[in-house]
């Protein structure tokens, strides 16, 4: 059997030091990469262009597509100005991001956005963010736990009948969290499927049933052997693509 080819969204990291401090690195976490590789797909990563031919180009390549973490989203694509507790944004990877996404939803490929690439999704389709997790006014937990990847430390309860449930097996779980940034207005054509106990959103899912959006880092869980499921939303994505 011919394994799909899956395109994760790459970033750029810059060289702090070393021999050439300030050289730009295309990359993703390797994370990404091994689930793929373990979930019966072939990992490809799609480094960051600003060439619009180059892109639609690198997505005739794969046959879905994982959009990955990372800056902070570009509050003047939801209308705001920047508040003082935003992070670092980078708009042309909104762009490259947004057109990814763009150009895999015009050829029906499967989509998986994880946290920045949830937000992404949410942005591009209509929808808004709070620029940080001060801003909510509602009680709101700690969603930036800052240490050890691959621990569980607050429970995501997903709709039963839904998508997202359908593809996880599970639909109350303890899970990984790395964002201060939130969705605030989910997009008129998605739906909020996942939240916590504190009402942040956590999972979307559009009409169509090939796109899935998730707050948490699946990718940093699938080798946990408690939370195996979480191999599924990349199960997803391959499945989709085949």
Same mark, same amino acid.
């Given at each position: 059997m011919i394994k799909p080819v899956i395109g994760i969204s790459g970033s750029v990291i810059v060289d702090a030091g070393g021999m050439f401090p300030g050289y730009r690195r295309s990359y993703v976490n390797d994370d990404y990469i091994d689930s793929v590789v373990q979930n019966g797909g072939v990992p490809f990563i799609i480094p960051y262009s600003a060439d /619009? /031919?180059?892109?639609?180009?690198q997505m005739e390549h794969v046959q879905g597509l994982i959009l990955s973490g990372g800056h902070d989203v570009d509050p003047h694509?939801?209308? #705001? /100005?920047?508040? &003082?507790?935003?992070? #670092?944004?980078? &708009?042309m990877r909104d762009h490259f991001d947004m057109l990814l996404l763009k150009i895999a939803e015009k050829m029906g490929k499967p989509i998986l956005g994880i946290c920045r690439g949830a937000q992404i999704i949410n942005v591009a389709h209509g929808g808004s963010l709070y620029q940080d997790i001060t801003y909510r006014s509602e009680k709101t937990f700690k969603h930036e736990q800052g240490h050890t990847p691959d621990l569980p430390t607050h429970r995501v309860k997903v709709e039963a009948g839904s998508l997202l449930a359908q593809t996880l097996g599970e639909t109350d779980f303890l899970t990984n969290s790395f964002h201060h940034q939130l969705i605030k207005t989910v997009a008129p054509d998605l739906k909020a499927v996942a939240k916590t106990d504190d009402g942040v959103v956590e999972g979307l899912e559009n009409q169509t049933g090939n796109l899935l959006?998730?707050?948490? !880092? &699946? /990718?940093?869980? !699938?080798r946990n052997q408690h939370i195996k499921f979480m191999n599924n939303l990349f199960k997803f994505v391959i499945e989709k693509a085949r």
């Amino acid at each position: 059997m011919i394994k799909p080819v899956i395109g994760i969204s790459g970033s750029v990291i810059v060289d702090a030091g070393g021999m050439f401090p300030g050289y730009r690195r295309s990359y993703v976490n390797d994370d990404y990469i091994d689930s793929v590789v373990q979930n019966g797909g072939v990992p490809f990563i799609i480094p960051y262009s600003a060439d /619009e /031919e180059v892109i639609k180009t690198q997505m005739e390549h794969v046959q879905g597509l994982i959009l990955s973490g990372g800056h902070d989203v570009d509050p003047h694509l939801y209308g #705001e /100005e920047l508040l &003082p507790q935003i992070g #670092e944004i980078w &708009p042309m990877r909104d762009h490259f991001d947004m057109l990814l996404l763009k150009i895999a939803e015009k050829m029906g490929k499967p989509i998986l956005g994880i946290c920045r690439g949830a937000q992404i999704i949410n942005v591009a389709h209509g929808g808004s963010l709070y620029q940080d997790i001060t801003y909510r006014s509602e009680k709101t937990f700690k969603h930036e736990q800052g240490h050890t990847p691959d621990l569980p430390t607050h429970r995501v309860k997903v709709e039963a009948g839904s998508l997202l449930a359908q593809t996880l097996g599970e639909t109350d779980f303890l899970t990984n969290s790395f964002h201060h940034q939130l969705i605030k207005t989910v997009a008129p054509d998605l739906k909020a499927v996942a939240k916590t106990d504190d009402g942040v959103v956590e999972g979307l899912e559009n009409q169509t049933g090939n796109l899935l959006a998730v707050q948490w !880092h &699946p /990718e940093m869980l !699938h080798r946990n052997q408690h939370i195996k499921f979480m191999n599924n939303l990349f199960k997803f994505v391959i499945e989709k693509a085949r």
